[in-house]
């Protein structure tokens, strides 16, 4: 083989310049091996893909947004153009929320296909307007999102397995092998240098295209490294377990079989099995329940007396017990206070849903350590706020606007205050801060 | 040349792969994953079924056990309807875990459906759903590749298929031998599909056509990566890069050029999102004027026109109550304008379906997911068919309170309500009457029309196969010319 001739002059040189010579012509060889050029390119041009897709998507929602926010704050004004009376106008106006994408989102999508980050809310009970899904075409969501977290989570293993199963076993299979390992000298490191090189290459088709959308979507850089090192530990970790794999003794097809094998197990089985477990041990909590629970207790007023409503009411909230009391069969303070006690009456429930979507979201993070993948997608999910965490923080953040839009119309209802369209300019905005 | 040869040749080629422990390693792992998916499927479908029967039960004793009741309090009470899953679910879900499994029912509004399965799954799915069909959609032709890439190239490599020559093999016989050997492993990994849809077919809970076309159109597609192994093998020069080649394709048509469909798709036919259009919706309603105030200025023609069919003067002179004719139009005209949105939605998704299918052409998993779910009944045909049966059924039952409103109370009462508690109670209606209601069922497109909506696809996924053994004959020289 006239690749040895090299070979012999430099792997026996233990300097550092050595490792770097043997670096290179590592490098070189791998540059020649059609097939490793395949893999390489094949995954080169998927991360792009994927980066540029993440940004379309990034822009569309950004403007999704937007325009939104245009339509929420027109539609407003035109609904509350006729209205004058208080309760008319709590009853009218809709307001608009929204949880913005981070800029590192382009490269983990994660819960926002399929969680609302736009709704709109209105003084009626929450929990009746919280559980409202925004949908896309379920043909398209069907397929998944394609972004970097997945190329990563998914496919980049597969490139490893091919680039690393027969860094051995070809030599030995092409008779080389003794030859090979005496010339070398340091047998160590011309098989560090090999292995490094390949590694090293799937590394760079990654992170290149992930730097060069970090920087067109202006991501801080503390956070773009934070997710290049997620990256690298992702790589890292599924090297450490093919890197043995490819010095067992077997054939080529063998070794690359198991390295499949092991990539069906650790990124489809264990997670698959993982739901399994958590589905048992964790018991879901249906959000039709709640949605249910709270429209019997809103339509159960009708029925009540309007007294026993108003005491439940006024046990939240003592500040209006000394109010003037209900007598006509309708009135827009027992209406609006009838729609509090229905969220109080589905909010042990809701807790619980929300309590057992974290607690689901633990055990996963409690499967990441049996997974590369579920690691690597979770760590770049976390970092781009797209995570469970961040949609339940959204969840927060709409009841805490919800509550404050209580705060603001309870005093005009129970105050019997006259109607003042003056007094609308100040409704409560939903903050745009990030969570 | 005899069909003994061919036995032996198929024989050889499988204790080759015991040897290597390749074929053995990649199909107990294969078949592992095949039983336990199929299990997995059959026990949550069946679970499912019962927990939506037992959903509708309870909402159907809740609407019936509400006391006496002004009627728009029942249209506002409004009604849930669950969706049951098709039978062929169970082998192929198809969109199902991304669409709610229940719609709430309620007068004024067309509510979407809540509650996906895919929301509540978090990030261990990801990958798609687990299902007999995702198995061998995506996971089986790797392990075909797995264990067939160095099928030809091996022989050649190993100098083995001249020795076969000279013994006067013709290489189609080789190719035969073994694309029959690896079809075999195709047909096996298919066997837990059969089974289940046999016992559908046995039970009576499916026609026999839509389950033949979903195995069929599965065999058909394991059949064409059988095809594309072999021809790679025999053109590549080893066996790695027959290997990377095959992986390679793998990731280009299964796992790439979905979601690229799917991004096209998206980007040729805009749909607004859902937030958007419930906003255009709203204003849209208001120009309609409010079915609760009789007195609302939109619907004074209507009272004209009422008032010259009864031959009287004021609204307070008709047989029926005003008020609830009022709710009836205003609740026809805001249906009108809701379905014209919706139908507008289901449209553009529908096209978006349309331009997906139309990548059949460059991926036949496209071709076989689509050819499979619809047949199946879990594609957005049926999904639409869902929701168009709730709506249908949301109307006519808000209708019929809305009559009652108009025909059991009097205007006088139902104007006083709000002031007096004694017209107050006069205006509730028996609860008799929510009994009345009929109940809500649904059921897949008949199978008849499943059937006819697939073959075009199936037609597609043939033309691929023809045009893969139409490149196997091209490469059958290249095995002898070594």
Not at chain 1, 186 to 203: K, N, Y
Not at chain 1, 350 to 367: H, M, T
Request: aromatic letters at 8%; hydrophobic letters at 55%.
């Amino acid at each position: 083989m006239s690749t040895l001739v090299p070979l012999s002059a430099t792997v026996r040189d233990h300097s550092p310049a050595g490792l770097w010579a043997a670096l290179v012509r590592e490098a070189s060889f791998l540059a020649r091996d059609r097939a490793a050029l395949l893999v390489l390119g094949t995954l080169c041009l998927l991360a792009t893909t994927s980066v540029s897709l993440g940004l379309i998507e990034l822009a569309r929602q950004d403007a999704a947004i937007e325009r939104f926010r245009s339509l929420d704050a027109a539609d407003r004004r035109a609904a509350l153009e006729g209205v004058n009376d208080w309760g008319d106008a709590a009853y009218a106006a809709f307001h608009a929320t929204w949880q913005s994408p981070s800029p590192l989102s382009f490269a983990a999508l994660g819960q926002r296909d399929v969680s609302p980050y736009m709704l709109r809310v209105r003084m009626l009970a929450l929990e009746g307007q919280i559980h409202e899904a925004d949908t896309g075409n379920p043909e398209l969501a069907l397929t998944g999102r394609f972004d970097l977290a997945f190329v990563v989570a998914f496919l980049a293993p597969i490139a490893l397995v091919l680039l690393l199963h027969d860094v051995v076993s070809h030599e030995r299979e092409s008779g080389r092998m003794t030859l090979l390992v005496a010339t070398a000298g340091d047998a160590r490191r011309l098989w560090a240098s090999r292995f490094l090189v390949r590694i090293a290459a799937v590394t760079a088709v990654i992170l290149l295209p992930f730097g060069c959308a970090a920087m067109a979507a202006s991501v801080p850089p503390g956070a773009a490294l934070l997710a290049a090192g997620a990256i690298l530990a992702s790589i890292a970790a599924w090297s450490l377990l093919l890197v043995p794999l490819a010095f067992r003794p077997w054939a080529s097809t063998v070794i690359a079989t198991a390295g499949v094998g092991l990539w069906v197990l650790l990124a489809l089985l264990v997670p698959l099995a993982g739901r399994a477990l958590v589905d048992a041990s964790v018991p879901r909590v249906e959000g039709s329940d709640i949605a249910l629970l709270q429209r019997e207790a809103v339509n159960d007023a009708w029925d009540l007396p309007k007294s026993v409503t108003m005491e439940r009411f006024f046990e939240s909230h003592p500040q209006w017990a000394r109010t003037r009391p209900i007598d006509a069969p309708f009135d827009w303070r027992w209406y609006y206070a009838f729609q509090q006690v229905g969220d109080e009456a589905a909010a042990a429930l809701s807790q619980r849903y929300r309590a057992s979507i974290a607690a689901r979201d633990r055990w996963a993070g409690v499967l990441a350590w049996f997974s590369p993948s579920v690691a690597v997608q979770r760590a770049l999910q976390h970092l781009a706020n797209t995570d469970v965490a961040a949609t339940l923080r959204y969840d927060a953040r709409i009841r805490a606007y919800h509550a404050s839009l209580r705060r603001f119309w309870y005093p005009l209802l129970f105050e019997e205050q006259l109607f003042d369209r003056g007094q609308l300019d100040r409704l409560p905005e939903f903050a745009t801060g990030v969570d | 040349m005899s069909v003994d040869t061919l036995t032996l040749l198929v024989r050889g080629t499988w204790l080759e792969w015991r040897r290597d422990r390749v074929a053995f390693g990649a199909m107990a792992l294969l078949s592992l994953l095949l039983v336990t998916t199929a299990i997995v499927q059959f026990d949550e479908a069946r679970r499912e079924a019962a927990h939506r029967a037992e959903h509708q039960a309870e909402a159907d004793a809740a609407f019936e056990a509400q006391p006496d009741r002004h009627p728009h309090r029942m249209v506002h009470y409004g009604h849930y309807v669950f969706r049951t899953p098709a039978p062929l679910a169970v082998l192929d879900p198809g969109i199902d875990p991304y669409t709610g499994r229940s719609i709430f029912l309620e007068g004024h509004r067309r509510n979407t459906e809540t509650f996906a399965q895919a929301g509540e799954t978090s990030l261990l799915g990801r990958f798609g759903s687990f299902s007999p069909a995702f198995v061998v959609q995506t996971l089986v032709p790797l392990a075909l590749i797995l264990v067939g890439a160095g099928s030809i190239v091996g022989e050649r490599v190993r100098g083995t298929a001249l020795v076969l020559f000279a013994q006067g093999l013709a290489p189609g016989r080789l190719f035969l031998g073994k694309a029959a050997a690896l079809f075999l492993l195709a047909m096996a990994a298919l066997l837990p599909m059969v089974l289940v849809g046999a016992l559908l077919v046995m039970r009576g809970q499916e026609a026999w056509a839509p389950v033949a076309l979903v195995l069929g159109g599965h065999l058909l597609y394991l059949l064409l990566w059988v095809i594309c192994i072999l021809v790679v093998s025999a053109v590549a020069g080893s066996m790695r890069t027959a290997l990377s080649a095959l992986l390679v394709c793998w990731a280009l048509l299964v796992v790439l050029a979905p979601r690229l469909a799917a991004e096209a798709a998206a980007a040729a036919v805009p749909v607004p999102p859902r937030t958007h259009v419930d906003i255009e919706v709203a204003q849209a309603l208001r120009t309609l004027g409010d079915s609760h105030d009789a007195a609302d200025r939109n619907f004074d023609d209507f009272r004209q026109q009422v008032l010259a069919q009864y031959g009287v003067a004021r609204i307070e002179d008709l047989p029926v109550n005003f008020r609830g004719l009022v709710a009836e139009r205003g609740e026809a005209q805001g249906a009108e304008v809701m379905n014209r949105f919706a139908s507008e939605r289901q449209w553009r998704e529908r096209e978006q379906a349309r331009v997906l299918h139309r990548f059949a052409w460059l991926s036949p998993l496209l071709a076989v997911r689509h050819l499979s779910m619809a047949a199946a009944g879990t594609d957005l045909v049926n999904h639409h068919r869902f929701v168009d049966a709730a709506e249908a059924y949301r109307f006519d039952f808000v209708q019929r309170l809305n009559r009652l409103h108009a025909e059991a109370l009097t205007l006088a009462d139902d104007l006083a309500r709000s002031r007096d508690a004694q017209a107050e109670q006069r205006t509730r209606i028996s609860a008799e009457n929510w009994a009345r209601m009929p109940d809500f069922s649904f059921e897949v497109a008949p199978a008849v029309e499943r059937v006819r909506a697939s073959l075009p696809l199936a037609g597609v996924l043939f033309l691929w196969t023809l045009a893969a053994t139409a490149l196997l004959a091209l490469v059958r020289r290249r095995v002898v010319g070594l």
